[in-house]
């Protein structure tokens, strides 16, 4: 069964790892909004471009009070590499196991010349301080991704 996380729904309680050698606990939501983007991999064409433009626009998200959180199945040390060799300004977490990409739907069945597999479906979600989602982007287009999102994020403070 797979999980759907719509708009209004709360997300489901964890803790993962981060970049920054802190944790990510989502009982303790301190900013007004988080922007937590899946990805399937570090340092791979599309999940570079999308760090790449988050990270471009995080003076701006921090002005809303707004964190950026990216979450992969990679790991802190392969974050960190990522985070270096592309000067991200992001914070990356780490979900190994996989448990909070299936807990939020986005560990979907995926095709890619002629082979059929289980990945992560680049995907958004703009969680307010109460955990509710306020907004939900599936099948993520990197291109302009990155604005339209904080565009959102603007109007829903």
Same mark, same amino acid.
């Given at each position: 069964?797979?999980?759907e996380?719509?708009?209004?729904d =709360?997300i489901? =309680?964890?803790?993962?790892?981060l @970049? &920054?050698d @802190?944790?990510?606990?989502?009982?303790?939501?301190k900013k007004?909004?988080?922007i937590?983007?899946?990805?399937?991999? &570090? =340092?791979t064409?599309?999940?570079?471009n +999308?760090?790449? &433009?988050f @990270?471009?626009?995080?003076?701006d998200f921090?002005?809303?009070d !707004? +964190?950026?959180?990216?979450?992969?199945?990679d790991?802190?040390k $392969?974050?960190?590499?990522?985070i270096?060799?592309?000067?991200?300004?992001?914070?990356? !977490? @780490? &979900?190994e +196991?996989?448990?909070v990409?299936?807990s939020?739907?986005?560990w979907? +069945? $995926?095709?890619?010349?002629?082979?059929t597999?289980?990945g992560i479906e680049?995907?958004?979600?703009?969680?307010?301080?109460e955990k509710k989602?306020?907004?939900v982007y $599936?099948k993520?287009?990197v291109?302009?991704?990155? =604005?339209?999102v904080?565009?959102?994020?603007?109007?829903l403070i």
């Amino acid at each position: 069964m797979t999980i759907e996380l719509k708009i209004n729904d =709360n997300i489901p =309680n964890f803790t993962l790892p981060l @970049s &920054d050698d @802190s944790l990510f606990n989502s009982e303790e939501l301190k900013k007004k909004l988080y922007i937590i983007y899946f990805y399937p991999k &570090d =340092n791979t064409p599309g999940c570079t471009n +999308e760090a790449k &433009d988050f @990270s471009s626009l995080k003076k701006d998200f921090d002005k809303i009070d !707004a +964190e950026i959180i990216g979450i992969s199945k990679d790991s802190i040390k $392969k974050h960190k590499n990522f985070i270096e060799k592309q000067d991200l300004k992001i914070k990356l !977490a @780490s &979900d190994e +196991e996989g448990s909070v990409i299936e807990s939020f739907g986005v560990w979907v +069945e $995926k095709k890619m010349y002629g082979r059929t597999y289980m990945g992560i479906e680049r995907s958004t979600f703009i969680i307010s301080s109460e955990k509710k989602i306020l907004e939900v982007y $599936k099948k993520v287009k990197v291109k302009n991704h990155a =604005n339209f999102v904080l565009e959102r994020a603007k109007e829903l403070i």
